[in-house]
Structure formats: structure tokens, C-alpha cells
């Protein structure tokens, strides 16, 4: 009762109007984790209360399960299916040829970082230098930006793979460790653990995180859902925001209960610094950022190449979304 209210109060003082409910249209929301945490918290709770339905979206949010493939390409072959993923892996699938489309960003700004125990004196990337780095199969370009931006000779930096776990970083396997600050960093430092955490966005990585995308497909026959879609996401994420306590209870009550709420609270308090980074608007992407990501892709995949920007960033649906703004 007391997040429905929370809620409320907020709607009633700032919303975007949504038209009244007719025919459902049918949605998945293909998550890039196989856990349902606070990252998707303004997802969750629009679910949870209802919004996403009386937008006439019949929305299924999936968790990645195991074995499940290139998220990329699953995308693409989808003619209903709303992506979230790591900016990098999205044009790394436009590169290859995918049909797919960024209708936005839930994350204006990358919160990518590298943790370490605290005894590294970890301040900058010059600081990685003669240290055993582990990153996921998906971080060498954005560490590379970041060295490169620090004038940081990469040769010197050991760098090997990580899965996702904190154990080799616990273990002393590795001295620094890829993570998001936002949640392994918040999750290590909620245990007790002596840890700091240097950003990529302080160095030079601009990239966007949880990039909503979707196949041309989708696009075309679900335009005006996915409309709505991001005008709910917008008053979720609000209302999350609004009460991070009781956002990361409901997170972690109803969907992910394993799941540490001390942990999950902390995380989602972090949160707006990366939601409205560039843009007051939810989801909001811009070709300024797009650009120099897509510089820092191609520069380390000389291999690849990418079409128009036009082709892979589709910016007129948060247009629309917020042209709709109520007084």
C-alpha cells in the first residue's frame, strides 16, 4: 500500500499521458542477466502495479537463462522482443549484419568500472600498470578506451578473462576486477569487503548501458507500443527512484529473492547519476555519444564496419513518447 502510494503521489504531480487501453499487444523484454534486480527496477515496478497492462502491452519480462546465445541475434529474429544489452555487444550485432534498431538507453552513462582490493591504491588507469586485470568477454574495448584516453602503454597491464563472480577478485587471483559500480562494487562493499572502484565514465569511456533494442522488424509492426512502452518506463523508473527502499523490497520480495536488500537498496540509490546523465528524459539517447561510441567500437574492431547511424538509432520514439508530456 505504501509504494502504490508513493507512486500516486508522484504520477499526480508529473506524468505523460497515455492513451486508454485497447487491444493488447504482446512483448517480451529479453533481460542481458539472468536475475531480476534493481538494474531493471523501474521495469519491474511498473509490472508489478499494473501500467505496462493498462497501456495495452501484455509484457513478459525474461531473465537470460543459461545456454541462451547471442542476445544480439535472438533480437533479430524476433518480431516481438525488446532487447537490453551492453552498447558495445549491440553494435558488435550491427557490424555482423543484424536487422536491429536502439529505441533508447535505461543507462545514459556507462557504469562499467574496475574494482580492486583497496591496498592497490587504485586512482587511475596509470595505476593498472604491472596489474593482473580480468575482464568479460565483452570489456576489452571500453578498457582499451580507458587506457588509451590515460596515455597508458596497455602492454604493461596483464590482462586476462573473468566470468561474473567476485570470488578470483576475493581470491587474489586477479588484482582488479571488470564489475558495475552500481552493483558488484555496491555488493563487496555492503559485505565488508576493503574495495575501490575506478569508473570508466571518469576516463574517457562514453557509452550507454542497457541499451532497449529491437529488430526492424518489431519496429515496424509494434511502432506505437514501443511508444508506450517508453512512456511507462519513464514513470517506473520515477517511481523507483522516488523510493529506492521500497523499490529494492519489492525487487527483491517478488522477483529475486536470493538476492540481499541492503545490497539491492544501495545499488538502486546510485542509480539516477546514470538514468538522466545526459537527459532529463527516460531512455533518451544522443548521436553525440552514439558517434563516439561507435569511434571507440571501430577503432578496436578494425575489421568491422557500421551503416548509417540512421539504420541502428531509431531517436523519434522518445520523441513521440515525450511529446505527449502532460501540462
Not at 536487422?99 to 580492486?116: H, K, N, Y
Not at 568477454?137 to 586476462?160: C, F, M, N
Request: charged share 20%.
Amino acid at each position: 500500500m505504501v509504494r502504490r502510494t508513493l507512486a500516486v503521489a508522484w504520477w499526480g504531480i508529473a506524468t505523460l499521458a497515455l492513451p486508454m487501453r485497447a487491444e493488447s499487444t504482446q512483448l517480451v523484454m529479453q533481460l542481458d542477466l539472468g536475475v531480476q534486480n534493481v538494474q531493471f527496477a523501474g521495469v519491474l515496478w511498473a509490472q508489478s502495479e499494473g501500467w505496462f497492462s493498462d497501456a495495452g502491452i501484455d509484457l513478459e519480462i525474461r531473465p537470460l537463462p543459461d545456454g541462451y546465445g547471442d542476445l544480439a541475434a535472438k533480437v533479430a529474429a524476433s518480431e516481438h522482443t525488446i532487447g537490453s544489452i551492453e552498447s558495445g555487444l549491440f553494435l558488435t550485432g550491427r557490424a555482423a549484419g543484424e536487422p536491429l534498431v536502439a529505441i533508447g538507453a535505461m543507462f545514459q552513462a556507462s557504469p562499467l568500472c574496475l574494482v580492486a582490493k583497496s591496498h592497490h591504491h587504485l586512482r587511475t588507469p596509470a595505476d593498472l600498470v604491472g596489474l593482473r586485470v580480468a575482464v568479460h568477454g565483452d570489456g576489452h574495448e571500453a578498457l582499451a578506451t580507458i587506457l588509451a584516453y590515460s596515455g597508458v602503454d596497455a602492454s604493461k597491464v596483464e590482462i586476462g578473462e573473468a566470468d561474473y563472480g567476485n570470488g578470483p577478485l576475493l581470491r587474489d587471483e586477479v588484482d582488479a576486477k571488470q564489475a558495475y559500480y552500481v552493483d558488484e562494487y555496491v555488493h563487496m562493499l555492503t559485505a565488508g569487503h576493503a574495495v575501490d572502484a575506478l569508473r570508466y565514465k571518469d576516463f574517457g569511456h562514453k557509452a550507454y548501458s542497457q541499451v532497449m533494442f529491437v529488430s526492424e522488424a518489431t519496429l515496424a509492426a509494434h511502432r506505437a507500443a514501443l511508444v508506450k512502452f517508453l512512456q511507462v518506463l519513464d514513470r517506473g523508473w520515477r517511481a523507483a527512484v522516488a523510493a529506492p527502499e521500497v523499490a529494492a523490497k519489492l525487487v527483491v520480495t517478488r522477483y529475486a529473492p536470493a538476492l540481499d536488500l541492503t545490497y539491492q537498496t544501495e545499488s538502486l540509490k546510485l542509480m539516477s547519476e546514470l538514468l538522466w546523465a545526459e537527459d532529463e528524459r527516460t531512455g533518451a539517447t544522443s548521436p553525440v555519444t552514439w558517434q563516439a561510441n561507435a569511434a571507440s567500437f571501430l577503432a578496436t574492431h578494425p575489421e568491422s564496419s557500421l551503416p548509417p547511424m540512421e539504420r541502428w538509432v531509431d531517436f523519434s520514439l522518445i520523441e513521440e513518447a515525450f511529446a505527449r508530456a502532460a501540462p
